[in-house]
């Protein structure tokens, strides 16, 4: 599992198999598994190469496409899974663990005042459910889940599911069992 590509590792979470180039070419008719598809090629250029101007050119007309606005800058771990595609908003400067699930809806922003001025820092097997909101320089820690509509402007410690606007921090050691499958 060590010489596989953080794309076949993004694709080994949608169906737990092991992909070929051509498969994952042909799962790419599902447009969240296309846009990460787009998304980590256009990763792997320098911005400032042609091939790197010519994939982010690609990438931003299925950004608009989709309503996914990830860009290449953004440090994502491998494992990524995009449940269903539409209106998901990252800030290119926040980071996310591996084995990451994000919902429809999701904005993860940037507080622009405040004590929390920043953007979020997400660790790894976080489950972020729909239209949750993730803003400000935070740090999500490990195993968390994220309920859908939840409002996050505050650090989460590892091992809590967060519920709400405002969020409550609940504890749980199982926050994300049967939530994120095909961990790699």
Excluded at 6 to 27: A, C, H, I, V
Excluded at 118 to 130: K, Y
Aim: contains cysteine; proline residues 6%.
């Amino acid at each position: 599992m060590h010489n596989k590509t953080p794309l076949q590792k993004d694709f080994y979470r949608e169906s737990g198999q092991w992909l070929s180039t051509f498969q994952m070419w042909k799962k790419c008719f599902s447009p969240n598994l296309h846009f990460i598809y787009l998304l980590r090629t256009a990763q792997k250029h320098p911005k400032s190469s042609f091939s790197g101007k010519i994939w982010r050119l690609i990438l931003r007309h299925y950004q608009i496409k989709y309503g996914f606005q990830i860009y290449p800058e953004t440090q994502i771990g491998e494992g990524l899974y995009l449940g269903h595609w539409g209106a998901l908003v990252i800030n290119p400067k926040a980071k996310i663990g591996k084995n990451c699930n994000i919902a429809q809806g999701v904005t993860i922003a940037q507080a622009n005042r405040g004590k929390n001025e920043g953007v979020p820092e997400i660790g790894d097997e976080v489950w972020i459910g729909p239209n949750a909101v993730i803003v400000g320089k935070i740090i999500i820690g490990n195993n968390v889940l994220i309920a859908p509509n939840a409002y996050v402007n505050f650090d989460v410690p590892s091992h809590s599911v967060v519920v709400g606007n405002p969020g409550n921090i609940v504890p749980n050691t199982q926050a994300t069992e049967g939530y994120i499958n095909h961990k790699i």
